[in-house]
């Protein structure tokens, strides 16, 4: 599990930098990430990397299942408004892992 608790903070510092390349390395060739509708993880990264370089994110905590091998990385972020000020947001990503510990489905859940 800690193996995968470190996967997830490696894609968490990656993600909340902007840097795509990185995150894209962490993903099998057909991994995909769900948010409003299901995308290719190439497809969903190239669609947002300019929105997200705009948002401020704060990693709260990544929790991990030994169970069901996946984690969830439990984070805030701030979306700047039209006026000028910010709204603090939630959100989860549930993580899956293939049998080489790459992502091979990321689930965004927010509030």
Do not use: C, W
Request: proline content about 1%; hydrophobic content about 40%; glycine content about 4%.
């Amino acid at each position: 599990m800690q193996e995968l608790i470190k996967l997830g903070h490696k894609y968490f510092n990656h993600f909340s930098k902007g840097e795509i390349s990185e995150v894209l390395d962490l993903f099998s060739d057909d991994g995909t990430v769900e948010m409003t509708e299901i995308k290719t993880a190439r497809e969903f990264f190239a669609d947002s990397a300019e929105f997200v370089s705009k948002i401020k994110f704060e990693l709260q905590e990544i929790y991990s299942s030994k169970k069901s091998g996946s984690i969830a990385i439990h984070f805030l972020f701030d979306l700047p408004q039209v006026d000028g000020s910010s709204k603090s947001f939630n959100a989860v990503d549930i993580v899956e892992f293939d049998s080489n510990n790459k992502i091979q489905k990321l689930t965004v859940i927010h509030k």
